[in-house]
């Protein structure tokens, strides 16, 4: 399947830990990365790997994966973060070398 | 510090053909990874359209396949793509970004700004 599905939205208060999930049959073959993207900004990578930061990302951004599900977690949201969120991976079928999620709306509080 | 620019034409007719070229600096296409196409509706997600790696051998999206031409032109640092027979559906932002591409993961990881190409009459 060439499909990763994303909560449509998600509202935390400042502060406070949010976890963003993306579900999707190749997650139990590859791992997700995770990109941030503000309005009328291109997309930023946060995550890739099995749990790693680009540099310059804070380390309040973390990711993590368990069978069909990868996640990532902002502990400590803050105003900053509202962003629009998306996960990328492979197709598991080899036909996609790259499918992005439906993409989560992060609201902070 | 590795930065792409996208450059090309922001209207293009119904039929034709959308043409994008995306220039690269502060890295050598030439030494590796894969470089890519992403593209993204007005108000929607993102699309991955193709990828190309630095000898030239090129993967697209199946659902774009037939109308994509993805070209990479080491001596100018530079890689293209052409969209043929667009329609207003391809409307978008394009992207052009750097593709990490192993065993077991996939990513983008530096982006250009971005360009909108806008199809209509």
């Known amino acids: 399947s060439s499909e990763l599905t994303q909560d449509p939205a998600v509202s935390v208060a400042l502060g406070q830990t949010v976890r963003i999930t993306c579900q999707g049959d190749?997650?139990?073959?590859?791992?997700a990365s995770w990109y941030q993207q503000k309005p009328g900004q291109a997309p930023v990578l946060v995550i890739y790997g099995k749990n790693n930061r680009p540099s310059g990302i804070p380390d309040r951004f973390s990711g993590s994966s368990s069978g069909n599900t990868a996640s990532l977690t902002i502990t400590g949201a803050q105003a900053e973060d509202e962003a629009d969120y998306y996960c990328?991976?492979?197709?598991?079928?080899?036909?996609?070398?790259?499918?992005f999620g439906t993409g989560t709306k992060v609201t902070v509080l | 510090q590795v930065q792409l620019q996208e450059s090309g034409p922001g209207l293009v007719k119904p039929s034709e053909t959308l043409s994008l070229t995306c220039a690269v600096s502060?890295?050598?296409?030439?030494?590796?990874?894969?470089w890519g196409w992403i593209r993204q509706p007005p108000g929607k997600g993102l699309e991955w359209i193709g990828s190309?790696?630095?000898?030239?051998?090129?993967y697209y999206n199946p659902s774009l396949k037939s109308r994509v031409t993805i070209s990479v032109d080491t001596s100018k640092n530079q890689f293209s793509l052409k969209l043929s027979s667009v329609t207003a559906a391809d409307t978008a932002v394009y992207y052009c970004?750097?593709?990490?591409?192993?065993?077991?993961?996939?990513?983008?990881?530096?982006w250009g700004q971005g360009t909108l190409v806008t199809v209509s009459s």
């Open positions: 190749s997650l139990r073959s590859y791992y």
């Open positions: 502060g890295y050598s296409i030439s030494s590796g990874y894969y």
């Open positions: 190309i790696y630095h000898s030239g051998s090129t």
């Open positions: 970004a750097r593709h990490v591409l192993n065993s077991a993961a996939t990513y983008f990881d530096y």
């Open positions: 990328n991976s492979r197709d598991s079928s080899g036909n996609h070398l790259a499918v």
